[in-house]
């Protein structure tokens, strides 16, 4: 079994975890991330502070319950990445 690690999860590290489940649907995934937030789309920010949208809206992909649990993650968050390790 293959184990998978991303580092920030923001959109792209959704999209990347959601790719790695559309080929591979038992491995462990990891996600590593400096806040508990779920994947938002910051370009939503302004709309979100001028009263437009609210706050949950941010959000395009739900909250990360649900995130965590759409793609069988492990999200390790207030984590920061020093250094990353790879077979040679």
Same mark, same amino acid.
């Given at each position: 079994?293959?184990?998978?690690?991303i580092v @920030?999860?923001?959109?792209?590290g959704?999209?990347?975890a959601k790719a790695i489940r559309e080929s591979d649907t038992i491995s462990e995934?990891?996600?590593?991330s400096e806040h508990g937030a779920a994947p938002y789309n910051?370009?939503?920010t302004t709309y979100?502070?001028? @009263?437009k949208i609210p706050f949950d809206a941010q959000f395009p992909?739900?909250?990360?319950d649900k995130v965590k649990a759409e793609l069988n993650l492990?999200?390790?968050?207030?984590?920061k990445i020093k250094k990353v390790y790879g077979k040679e």
């Open positions: 079994m293959a184990r998978y690690a @920030g999860f923001g959109c792209t959704y999209y990347g995934i990891v996600v590593f910051p370009m939503l979100y502070v001028s @009263g992909f739900g909250d990360m492990t999200v390790r968050t207030d984590t």
